[in-house]
C-alpha cells in the first residue's frame, strides 16, 4: 500500500516541516507516505472557483490511477484513530493507492469533494494547512502502529 497525501502549497514554515520529517522518518521501509505539494494559485483578480479549479488541476495531475482518494474537509466523516486503522486496513486489500487531499487557503473545489470516496474531518476546529499536514501524518503513524501492535497508540 501506498499512501499520497497531496497538499496544496509548497512553502510551509520549518516547524511543519520538521513535524512532518519526524513522523515520515519513524515508518518502516514496507510503509512510507509520500507528500506531494502543489503550487497554489496567485491570488489577484480570480474568483474562488477560479483559483480552487487552477489547483484542482494540479492536484488531479498527481493522482494514481484507481487510488482511493480521501478528501480532507470541515463537512467530512469525524473518525476515531482506531476508525482510521480499520479504515486503512480495508483499503490496503483493495487498492495499492491511498491519496489524501489537503486544500488551500480557499479549501478543495467542489469537483475534487465531489469525486473523492471520502470526506474526512480532522478537527471541528479551523487549522493552519501546514499544522494539518502534521496532524494527519502523525495520524497515520497512529493508524500504523495500532495495525503493527507497536506501543505508539495507548488506550
Known amino acids: 500500500m501506498r499512501i499520497t497525501v497531496i497538499a496544496v502549497g509548497q512553502r510551509i514554515p520549518a516547524w511543519a516541516q520538521s513535524g512532518w520529517d519526524e513522523f515520515y522518518k519513524r515508518f518502516p521501509s514496507d510503509f512510507k507516505v509520500e507528500l506531494k505539494s502543489v503550487k497554489a494559485e496567485t491570488r489577484g483578480s480570480k474568483t474562488t472557483a477560479q483559483l480552487m479549479s487552477a489547483e484542482a488541476q494540479r ?14 474537509d470541515e463537512r467530512g466523516k469525524n473518525a476515531t484513530t482506531e ?23 480557499d479549501g478543495l473545489c467542489p469537483t475534487l469533494k465531489g469525486g473523492a470516496n471520502m470526506l474526512l474531518r480532522l478537527s471541528d476546529l479551523t487549522l493552519p494547512h501546514a499544522m494539518v499536514r502534521v496532524l ?9 502502529s495500532i495495525l503493527a501492535n507497536h506501543p505508539y497508540h495507548r488506550e
Open 59 to 72: 492536484i488531479f495531475e498527481c493522482i494514481p490511477k484507481d487510488a482511493f482518494v480521501i478528501a480532507l
Open 83 to 105: 476508525q482510521l486503522s480499520a479504515t486503512l486496513s480495508r483499503l490496503q486489500e483493495n487498492y495499492r493507492d491511498i491519496v489524501f487531499l489537503i486544500g488551500g487557503p
Open 136 to 144: 494527519l501524518i502523525e495520524q497515520i503513524y497512529r493508524a500504523w
